[in-house]
């Protein structure tokens, strides 16, 4: 598979990762993608894909593309057998300044790019990717169009300070210490979490240091899981084989087994870092 990926300039870079091109065959039909801390915006160029938000919903055609604000569950994501498309990676506050709805509206409810941005906008913009000369010129093209759309959001601020300490601390911080550090009451912060970023600070650091945990793991090596609970601060390897069925569905060692069959099976490949096999 092709991808090529760029940072895009200020003051996108303070709520995306990176904008992303991905182009080609995909590993397998289906992949399983853990909750991690961050938010997605997909615009599909090629045959539709299918996304299911959890074991217990039906899955879903998605033909222009979707958002998705940070996740609490395990999803998967079903491929054509060939796909296109570009997108951003955005850190968890990411999606607020281009949202109409409050971000806990689409808790775990990935939704097409067409009921965010309207029909018209949508369809101009993948009509100007399509006619594009290779990646670089589409992720200028979606680069300006979302800086297009960038608007004022109120309480951005305190909400990407305090995301950025849960993300430098991996998760391992004391929600009160966060609240006391910004001088805010708990439900001033809880509120705009769940405005701009989807979920509680509570979650997203749980999420966070879950995600920085799993990151930090060589899997080509034999893995000592109680080693790998200790640093990560959990409070025994219960708690920590609890969190890991909770956010993949899988055992630690079942997760080894699938992360080691990725690598065999497709060395190299692009999607092997935080998706899984579900075939």
């Given at each position: 598979?092709?991808?090529?990926?760029?940072?895009?300039?200020?003051?996108?870079?303070?709520?995306?990762?990176?904008?992303?091109?991905?182009?080609?065959?995909?590993?397998?039909?289906?992949?399983?993608?853990?909750?991690?801390?961050?938010?997605?915006?997909?615009?599909?160029?090629?045959?539709?894909?299918?996304?299911?938000?959890?074991?217990?919903?039906?899955?879903?055609?998605?033909?222009?593309?979707?958002?998705?604000?940070?996740?609490?569950?395990?999803?998967?994501?079903?491929?054509?057998?060939?796909?296109?498309?570009?997108?951003?990676?955005?850190?968890?506050?990411?999606?607020?300044?281009?949202?109409?709805?409050?971000?806990?509206?689409?808790?775990?409810?990935?939704?097409?790019v067409e009921q965010v941005w309207g029909r018209p906008a949508v369809a101009e913009l993948r009509d100007r990717l399509a006619t594009a000369h290779g990646p670089h010129e589409m992720l200028t093209l979606l680069e300006d169009a979302l800086a297009r759309r960038l608007c004022a959001t109120r309480g951005l601020g305190l909400v990407r300070h305090t995301s950025g300490v849960i993300a430098a601390t991996g998760g391992a911080v004391a929600i009160a210490d966060l609240r006391a550090a910004a001088g805010v009451s708990s439900t001033h912060l809880t509120q705009r979490f769940k405005e701009l970023v989807g979920v509680t600070p509570k979650r997203l650091a749980r999420t966070q240091r879950f995600a920085a945990t799993l990151l930090a793991i060589d899997f080509a090596a034999p893995v000592d899981w109680s080693d790998v609970a200790g640093a990560a601060g959990y409070f025994d390897q219960a708690h920590f084989g609890h969190e890991f069925r909770a956010f993949t569905g899988?055992?630690?060692?079942?997760?080894?087994?699938?992360?080691?069959?990725?690598?065999?099976?497709?060395?190299?490949?692009?999607?092997?870092?935080?998706?899984?096999?579900?075939d």
């Open positions: 598979m092709e991808y090529v990926s760029v940072v895009p300039r200020p003051p996108l870079d303070r709520l995306i990762d990176d904008l992303y091109y991905l182009e080609g065959a995909p590993p397998y039909a289906r992949l399983t993608l853990p909750p991690s801390p961050g938010a997605l915006l997909v615009l599909n160029l090629g045959p539709p894909f299918r996304i299911r938000a959890g074991a217990d919903v039906e899955a879903t055609d998605y033909a222009d593309g979707c958002v998705i604000t940070v996740p609490t569950r395990a999803w998967e994501f079903s491929y054509p057998p060939w796909t296109r498309s570009v997108g951003a990676h955005l850190k968890p506050w990411g999606l607020a300044p281009f949202l109409p709805m409050p971000a806990a509206e689409l808790r775990d409810r990935p939704v097409t899988l055992t630690p060692t079942r997760y080894a087994q699938v992360r080691r069959r990725f690598a065999r099976e497709h060395p190299g490949n692009v999607l092997d870092n935080w998706s899984l096999p579900a």
